[in-house]
């Protein structure tokens, strides 16, 4: 590979926008793919697109020629309302995983910048404040304060959202009562299903490590396990 | 979003190691899993940088292969061209750089220019 295809591979990632390498495997040749590249075979340029809409490397045979697509795409997001306890464990295990994090508190006393290395922090109000990040389809949304004037209008925006996993934690009965508020403002029970409530995989936890550990082994379930249906939808 | 649109690539990024060796004046070369068949421990796309001295970054696998990788890697720094590997339970290597998962994987080794 040409170091200079390699910094402009590495530029384009850090600008948090899609890119792939196409290799041919017999001879060497490289090519640099960004979307609405110019230049580059068609039935080449299909496989590149599927690949990256795939999210997925993989080797194809385009004319008889084995070519390698690697695609590199821009880091999942976790969006985190409330600068509680359980984010700060969250976001350290969600950077580890790779995630670029976001979290969100109108509360400034809480959302202190210190206890949250690593990650953005937001304290618009959680319906601006989503609204501008736009959740998409590579875009997890965990609300944790259990105060609806706080999570619910997170919620509302992330449920007209396509993002691929949403959890909101608090009790069963928290989460009932949460689901009618939700009802009132519209959202009907197939929509308000999309809602991991209570959040994360019912493995016992009890301190926040442990709640922040079981919010991210279920949206990685819900990533790697359920990515199909999700994308579907 | 404070820092401008910036994102950050994670630490453990082996094309970021790749690039600063290589700005330092290292030798590199860089392997790639291109395939693999049954279990296998890294997916497709995952990347080991290996520099002239045989230090590197990265992983293809579970520790199996690393070390013939690594192998061929230096080789391809030496003469330049860039190499297909395959390991798999049938390779006649097998003891000495099978994968004890019983998969196969295939490695595209180049030298970074």
Request: net charge negative.
């Amino acid at each position: 590979m040409r170091r200079d295809d390699l910094d402009r591979v590495q530029a384009v990632r850090a600008a948090g926008r899609p890119v792939a390498i196409a290799t041919w495997l017999a001879g060497g040749r490289q090519v640099v793919w960004e979307p609405a590249m110019a230049g580059l075979d068609t039935a080449v340029v299909a496989e590149i697109e599927r690949a990256v809409d795939d999210d997925v490397s993989r080797t194809v045979t385009v004319g008889g020629e084995e070519i390698f697509l690697h695609v590199f795409s821009p880091p999942l997001r976790l969006i985190v309302v409330g600068a509680v306890h359980i984010a700060q464990p969250l976001a350290r295990m969600a950077v580890l995983a790779g995630y670029g994090v976001t979290l969100v508190d109108p509360r400034r006393s809480f959302a202190d910048a210190q206890r949250f290395p690593d990650v953005t922090v937001s304290t618009d109000w959680p319906d601006d404040a989503l609204e501008t990040l736009a959740p998409d389809r590579r875009t997890a949304v965990v609300t944790l304060t259990h105060d609806p004037k706080i999570d619910d209008p997170a919620l509302a925006v992330a449920l007209r959202s396509p993002a691929f996993y949403i959890g909101a934690l608090g009790s069963r009965r928290t989460h009932a009562n949460r689901l009618q508020r939700l009802g009132a403002l519209g959202f009907d029970a197939g929509a308000m299903a999309r809602i991991h409530g209570p959040v994360g995989l019912d493995i016992g936890a009890l301190s926040p490590a442990e709640i922040a550990l079981s919010i991210m082994a279920q949206i990685t379930q819900v990533r790697r396990l359920a990515k199909a249906a999700c994308e579907a939808a | 979003m404070g820092e401008g649109k910036l994102t950050r690539i994670p630490d453990d990024d082996v094309l970021g190691r790749a690039a600063a060796w290589r700005r330092e004046g290292r030798d590199v070369a860089l392997a790639t899993v291109i395939g693999t068949w049954g279990s296998s421990p890294r997916p497709v796309g995952s990347q080991l940088a290996v520099d002239g001295t045989g230090a590197f970054v990265g992983s293809v696998s579970g520790g199996c292969i690393e070390g013939a990788v690594v192998r061929e890697a230096l080789a391809a720094i030496g003469d330049g061209r860039q190499r297909t590997l395959e390991f798999g339970v049938s390779n006649e290597q097998a003891w000495e750089v099978g994968l004890a998962c019983g998969g196969t994987v295939r490695v595209y080794v180049e030298r970074l220019t």
